[in-house]
């Protein structure tokens, strides 16, 4: 591994560790030449499907482009980045599992909305709103009463309001 620091080749690995999703090794590093220590991710690399976008075209999937796309919906929500990268590493299990090689982009925004669901609700409508272009605001209330009852906040409300 080369450092990121002065370019040296020999690098060795200080500590090993696994998160959770046990999908990745996070090993810390150390330049044999100037001694900075830096991190580095190991992932297994699955054989993604190719994204067939709504108008027939065809893109190669992008674990950034998914991540940065939840994280968009989760900013500033208390979730963990780990906690991204586990429901990132759902998805890709469960679009690689189904042995297609493609997806439908329609798909993969199911998924992302199932991970968002159980994940935290308030991001699960700001991606829903975007991703079923939710434009009307008495739609966009319907959705929100809908996801408050569905998720059993709503039944609390409802408590209040007849007492």
Known sequence: MRCPFCQHNQTSVVDSRTPESGLVIRRRRQCQSCGKRFTTFERI????????????????????????????????????????????????????????????????????????????????????????????????AEMIERALHESGHGEAQDAAEKA
């Open 45 to 140: 690399s699955l054989a993604m499907p190719w994204i067939v976008k709504k108008g027939g075209g065809r893109a190669e999937y992008s674990r950034e482009k998914l991540r940065s796309s939840m994280a968009l919906a989760l900013r500033k929500r208390p979730v963990s980045s780990e906690r991204i990268d586990t429901a990132v590493d759902a998805i890709e299990r469960k679009m690689s599992g189904t042995g297609e090689r493609e997806i439908r982009s329609s798909r993969v925004g199911e998924l992302v909305l199932e991970e968002l669901r159980g994940i935290d609700i308030i991001a699960w409508i700001r991606f829903a709103s975007v991703y079923l272009n939710i434009s009307d605001p008495k739609a966009f």
